[in-house]
């Protein structure tokens, strides 16, 4: 029943390290998108694929690389991670990336790098 | 360039008490306008959006927002707010970069309904 799923729920892990966060979406939309949400809440979009195409990528380091194997699924590798990487991460989706169609968002990644 | 003001962080309100969630955004385009509401340790989900004609919108759990062009707003209410309203609100705008959509929030605001 979940239209968009995270996995994992909850990952700690130590700098340095180079972690995944798998996306999926059930919906059959063609535009999928990547959040971080700060320790204070704020939210702010990281990348976004149109039928696995990046189409945005937002100022993030290049030890974020994100991977779309197909229009379903969009994951985030984070390579090195450090302490400033602690977050909460958003996958989301929506119809197409032109329209003024909602964006559904998944359940979130909390991500601790200690 | 388009951005989004959330003016109150925290917003303490009684159980059965009005309340009024300020957004402002700027933007120098037609904008699409959204309130999401974050349960504790959930996900966004869609309250209301703005896209276009009747500028008062209206959600089915009786939030309503009234999009605002001269005063650049998009506030949120709601008559009688429930214990289970308590969430974080974010207010968003839709931008258009490179064809290709996103959405902008606001800071957030913390609603908390107190019996």
């Known amino acids: 029943d979940t239209a968009v799923s995270q996995t994992p729920k909850y990952l700690v892990t130590q700098m340095g390290n180079d972690k995944s966060i798998k996306c999926e979406q059930n919906l059959g939309h063609d535009t999928m998108y990547w959040y971080k949400q700060d320790s204070k809440k704020f939210l702010k979009i990281m990348f976004s694929y149109n039928n696995k195409e990046l189409i945005i990528n937002e100022t993030v380091p290049n030890r974020f690389s994100p991977k779309s194997p197909d229009k379903a699924h969009l994951n985030l590798h984070i390579n090195s991670l450090e302490l400033g990487d602690s977050a909460v991460y958003f996958c989301a989706s929506s119809q197409d990336s032109l329209g003024t169609y909602e964006q559904y968002f998944g359940p979130g990644t909390r991500l601790t790098v200690t | 360039a388009q951005s989004v003001t959330q003016l109150d962080s925290q917003v303490p309100v009684f159980e059965e008490a009005p309340v009024e969630l300020r957004c402002n955004y700027s933007s120098s385009v037609s904008v699409y306008l959204f309130w999401y509401v974050q349960y504790p340790n959930q996900g966004l989900q869609l309250l209301l959006k703005?896209?276009?004609?009747?500028?008062l919108v209206e959600s089915i759990n009786g939030f309503e927002a009234e999009f605002n062009k001269s005063q650049t707003s998009f506030h949120l209410r709601k008559p009688s707010v429930h214990i289970s309203d308590t969430a974080e609100y974010f207010c968003a705008v839709r931008k258009l970069i490179q064809g290709a959509q996103k959405l902008v929030f606001g800071q957030g605001t913390r609603l908390t309904i107190n019996p």
């Open positions: 703005y896209l276009s004609g009747s500028t």
